[in-house]
């Protein structure tokens, strides 16, 4: 790993790091949030998965997160949103191939070469953090938009593995959506039984662990009606009595604004989660 | 004056506007954020002047002013860095010419036509926005780097007009470090009795204000040394028993996570004074 950017903030350090992703065959960056605490031992980390069109700086840049995670002793994680380089596949569109991995593992040509990014971020990132940093194993997820049903596909698929689950304006019901429907006929064929694996709302009903899901929702958000749809997880929820809890925040929109209004209370509630393991 | 962004943010509005500026002979970008406490009534204004390269958006994106202004029912003015445009003269390197005005009045060919930040931001834009926002003529001014060195001359050169001014890793001598020499050679010409007007350092001298001085420095900065110097305004301001504190925060850069650490520092010192008029 070679680390390509070091900075303090909020008395910790953020830091860029380059490494070889086996899982995508490629190089990826990812930026890593230290606490000050992390000078005394291992601390709790925070996944964030980031939305279309951006790569690991937006989170890190814009959410104003240092300061919370300083506070309450955790370190983020925040990795790049697909495969990236010139021998990666690619799309021109803002939603499809680089920039938009959708956090699945690719089952069709071009992009199953490298477009497993579900494999990255569940076991192979966190595999190569608990080993190269001042970490425990005591881990959580959270994300924004596509990177919203990254968190939440993630955290319902693997039951244990992550002590709270949190979104901003996630996609929550992909297959239902023109976003999801482009991209998963594109990654994963257009036979639609394939999708489930990577559809929150459709994951519902077989979850075997009822993590509480924390989702802030702006209500001027222009992709509110179109493509994120929360509702449609939250009737589902009920059904299987998954506990689901939808702040509707009047007002925001889908933009970083937005997130860095309420990245508090998500590493809050991320931290108690942690702590309490 | 034409609104091109408008976001909530922290409870308050985050816009940017579009206007004519007569004093710059072209139009121009202007960030305001209101809090909400601005719903209710005029609240006091804070000027944050930018660093070499930035425009209207670096601030406001990467800062996370937000949550402390609506803290302290205060709105914040970031406007952009120099004139600009295809009509507007300009140079390729990123230490003159757009993204790069210094806060001054030029008097040299290409230059003069348009750059006249100086004027822009001390006269004409404080009138635009007290005409049109809910704002009180109760004034503060910041800034970073390029920034700092505009918010320290013009507080300097204008007494009675702004309660409080601070600044993160400003360019305190510019007569004396190789921005400021290029710079003023540049838009000032090259008889240096011309730039005292413009370098905070040779103004203490005749201020006849001594409104306290807040600087942040970061000890890892990669400019300290070679473009910031502020131990030669600390020892100037001493001599003229001027009140500066000067915060040496160790490990810190020049970068937005900088101030993004310590914006709340800033903000709170700012509100006190300005609530206090």
Redo the contacts between chains.
């Keep these: 790993m070679e680390r390509i950017e070091q900075?303090?903030?909020?008395?910790g350090r953020?830091e860029v790091w380059r490494h070889h992703a086996t899982s995508l065959n490629c190089d990826m960056n990812v930026a890593v949030y230290l606490p000050p605490q992390a000078e005394d031992g291992p601390v709790p980390v925070i996944y964030f998965l980031s939305g279309l069109t951006c790569t690991e700086q937006n989170f890190i840049?814009?959410a104003?997160a240092?300061?919370f995670a300083a506070q309450h002793g955790v370190a983020i994680v925040a990795p790049d949103t697909s495969p990236r380089g010139t021998n990666v596949a690619d799309d021109p569109a803002y939603d499809m191939g680089q920039g938009a991995g959708f956090y699945l593992n690719a089952t069709q040509a071009p992009w199953a070469t490298h477009f497993q990014m579900y494999d990255y971020i569940t076991n192979e990132l966190p595999a190569l953090i608990e080993a190269h940093f001042p970490v425990s194993n005591a881990r959580s997820i959270m994300g924004h938009s596509m990177g919203g049903h990254g968190a939440l596909v993630i955290a319902l698929r693997n039951p244990g593995r992550y002590k709270a689950v949190s979104a901003f304006s996630p996609i929550v019901a992909p297959s239902q959506v023109p976003w999801g429907e482009k991209a998963f006929t594109g990654y994963l064929g257009p036979d639609r039984s394939a999708w489930a694996a990577y559809d929150a709302t459709a994951l519902l009903a077989d979850a075997t662990e009822r993590l509480p899901v924390l989702i802030d929702q702006?209500s001027?958000d222009d992709f509110l009606e179109s493509q994120l749809k929360p509702d449609v997880f939250v009737a589902e929820a009920e059904r299987h009595s998954h506990p689901v809890t939808l702040r509707m925040?009047?007002?925001?929109?889908h933009?970083?604004?937005?997130i860095?209004?309420f990245i508090?209370d998500h590493i809050a509630h991320h931290a108690a989660a942690l702590k309490g393991a």
């Design positions: 900075h303090i903030a909020a008395g953020q840049t814009k104003g240092q300061a702006g001027a925040q009047p007002g925001y929109d933009s970083y604004y937005f860095s209004s508090g």
